[in-house]
Protein backbone atom coordinates (compact mmCIF):
# COMPACT_ATOMS: atom_id res chain seq x y z
CA UNK A 1 0.00 0.00 0.00
CA UNK A 2 3.13 2.16 1.21
CA UNK A 3 4.09 1.97 -2.79
CA UNK A 4 0.31 2.74 -4.12
CA UNK A 5 0.88 5.98 -1.64
CA UNK A 6 4.11 6.86 -3.03
CA UNK A 7 2.70 6.79 -6.29
CA UNK A 8 -0.24 8.54 -5.86
CA UNK A 9 1.83 11.51 -4.05
CA UNK A 10 4.38 11.61 -7.22
CA UNK A 11 1.39 12.14 -9.53
CA UNK A 12 -0.15 14.66 -7.54
CA UNK A 13 3.68 16.35 -7.35
CA UNK A 14 3.64 15.81 -11.18
CA UNK A 15 0.49 17.66 -11.99
CA UNK A 16 0.63 20.38 -9.46
CA UNK A 17 3.80 20.99 -11.66
CA UNK A 18 2.22 20.56 -15.05
CA UNK A 19 -0.53 23.09 -14.39
CA UNK A 20 2.15 25.66 -12.87
CA UNK A 21 3.53 25.19 -16.31
CA UNK A 22 0.59 25.40 -17.80
CA UNK A 23 -0.59 29.02 -15.85
CA UNK A 24 2.82 30.02 -16.92
CA UNK A 25 2.55 29.11 -20.51
CA UNK A 26 -0.80 30.99 -20.41
CA UNK A 27 0.34 34.18 -18.64
CA UNK A 28 3.58 33.58 -21.46
CA UNK A 29 1.05 33.27 -24.29
CA UNK A 30 -1.66 36.63 -23.24
CA UNK A 31 1.90 38.79 -23.10
CA UNK A 32 2.83 37.99 -26.39
CA UNK A 33 -0.43 38.36 -27.76
CA UNK A 34 -0.24 42.15 -26.30
CA UNK A 35 3.33 42.59 -27.93
CA UNK A 36 1.88 41.25 -31.13
CA UNK A 37 -0.97 43.57 -30.89
CA UNK A 38 1.46 46.03 -30.18
CA UNK A 39 3.94 45.61 -33.27
CA UNK A 40 0.83 45.33 -35.73
CA UNK A 41 -0.18 48.77 -34.24
CA UNK A 42 3.29 50.08 -35.13
CA UNK A 43 3.30 48.42 -38.53
CA UNK A 44 0.24 50.63 -39.50
CA UNK A 45 1.49 53.60 -38.05
CA UNK A 46 4.69 53.02 -39.99
CA UNK A 47 3.07 52.12 -43.13
CA UNK A 48 0.53 55.13 -43.10
CA UNK A 49 3.85 57.63 -42.13
CA UNK A 50 5.77 55.92 -45.18
CA UNK A 51 2.84 56.47 -47.88
CA UNK A 52 2.68 60.32 -46.29
CA UNK A 53 6.53 60.47 -46.25
CA UNK A 54 6.31 58.99 -50.53
CA UNK A 55 3.91 61.62 -51.37
CA UNK A 56 5.95 64.63 -50.17
CA UNK A 57 8.43 62.84 -51.44
CA UNK A 58 6.78 63.28 -54.76
CA UNK A 59 5.29 66.94 -54.34
CA UNK A 60 9.16 67.71 -53.23
CA UNK A 61 10.53 66.04 -56.76
CA UNK A 62 7.87 68.35 -58.56
CA UNK A 63 8.93 71.51 -57.19
CA UNK A 64 12.98 70.30 -57.92
CA UNK A 65 11.32 69.69 -61.21
CA UNK A 66 9.91 73.28 -61.60
CA UNK A 67 12.86 74.97 -59.57
CA UNK A 68 15.17 73.34 -62.57
CA UNK A 69 17.34 71.06 -61.07
CA UNK A 70 19.59 69.34 -62.96
CA UNK A 71 18.49 65.56 -61.83
CA UNK A 72 14.81 66.40 -62.64
CA UNK A 73 15.74 68.39 -65.83
CA UNK A 74 17.37 65.35 -67.07
CA UNK A 75 14.04 63.00 -66.70
CA UNK A 76 11.80 65.61 -67.74
CA UNK A 77 14.27 66.42 -71.00
CA UNK A 78 13.63 62.51 -71.44
CA UNK A 79 10.29 62.41 -71.28
CA UNK A 80 9.86 65.09 -73.72
CA UNK A 81 11.99 63.18 -76.05
CA UNK A 82 10.19 59.90 -75.93
CA UNK A 83 6.93 62.35 -76.45
CA UNK A 84 8.56 63.70 -79.47
CA UNK A 85 9.73 60.36 -80.59
CA UNK A 86 6.08 58.59 -80.60
CA UNK A 87 4.38 62.11 -82.04
CA UNK A 88 7.42 61.43 -84.83
CA UNK A 89 6.21 57.68 -85.05
CA UNK A 90 2.35 58.84 -85.39
CA UNK A 91 2.81 61.27 -88.36
CA UNK A 92 5.08 58.62 -90.07
CA UNK A 93 2.21 56.01 -90.09
CA UNK A 94 -0.55 58.54 -90.93
CA UNK A 95 1.89 59.84 -94.27
CA UNK A 96 2.14 56.14 -94.51
CA UNK A 97 -1.99 55.29 -94.62
CA UNK A 98 -2.31 58.60 -96.85
Known sequence: ??????????????????????????????????????????QSKISEENKTLKKANASLEMANSLLGSNKSNTKTKNKIKMLIEQVEACMIQLQNTA
Open 1 to 42: MSENNQNVELLERNLVLLLNKLEENHHALQSLSKQLEKSKML
